[in-house]
């Protein structure tokens, strides 16, 4: 069955620690995105890609990287630069940039 | 430029009453309009689309929105509440903008169905 997946469903960030969320798509889909979702906001764009070794920068990319070295792969580094992290972060997939993006269920991304 | 408002980021309803999520968009080109829904914990899920052609969209779970040009709104509707509709609902808008498409999420609407 074609999805995304991310991994995991739930982390933990020390404090000056960077990690890495993960997100595998087997739609054969050109473009991925990446989401912050905090209560009331509603989705703000970090990343997305559009193909595979390029990528943009979305509304709110400051203390976040990302790489696209395969097209099935979209790895997301929040880092140590991003002061307020706690948030559930989505990866999303679409077969070209105006269709229908199809949704991993999320990591929940908290400080200890 | 695009944007997306949903007016109403908390709506009630009683079970077996008439569902309406209210969705505008600005857009200076011809749009794509969608709707999802997201459920606790989980991504979204795409509940129907515009693209062309008829503006009356039938989607899935019996919901259906109808693209007005002339008002720029996608509300979406459903005839019937059931307790399962109770989540979280977006509207998004995509459109060519210098040369690249840009997708807009609204800040969404929370169901809550009432027994």
């Known amino acids: 069955d074609g999805g995304i997946t991310q991994s995991p469903k739930y982390l933990f960030r020390k404090e000056g620690q960077n990690v890495t969320l993960s997100c595998e798509q087997n739609l054969n889909h050109d473009a991925m995105y990446w989401y912050r979702q905090d209560p009331g906001q509603g989705l703000r764009l970090i990343y997305y890609s559009q193909i595979v070794n390029d990528f943009q920068k979305g509304d709110i990319a400051e203390g976040y990287s990302v790489s696209r070295e395969k097209k099935e792969s979209f790895p997301l580094t929040v880092t140590s630069a991003q002061k307020n992290p706690t948030a559930f972060y989505l990866c999303?997939?679409?077969?070209?940039?105006?269709?229908?993006?199809?949704f991993g269920d999320g990591t929940r991304l908290s400080i200890l | 430029a695009q944007s997306v408002t949903q007016l109403g980021s908390h709506v009630s309803v009683s079970e077996g009453a008439l569902v309406l999520l209210r969705c505008n968009y600005s857009?200076?080109?011809?749009?794509?309009l969608f709707w999802y829904v997201q459920y606790p914990n989980q991504g979204l899920q795409l509940l129907l689309k515009y693209t062309t052609g008829a503006t009356l969209v039938k989607g899935i779970n019996g919901f259906e929105a109808e693209f007005k040009k002339s008002e720029t709104s996608f509300h979406l509707t459903k005839p019937s509440a059931h307790m399962s509709d109770a989540a979280e609902y977006f509207c998004?808008?995509?459109?060519?903008?210098?040369?690249?498409?840009?997708?807009?999420f609204g800040t969404g609407a929370r169901l809550k169905v009432l027994a």
């Open positions: 999303a997939s679409s077969i070209t940039a105006n269709q229908p993006q199809h």
């Open positions: 857009s200076s080109v011809p749009p794509y």
């Open positions: 998004a808008v995509s459109g060519l903008t210098s040369g690249t498409y840009k997708y807009i």
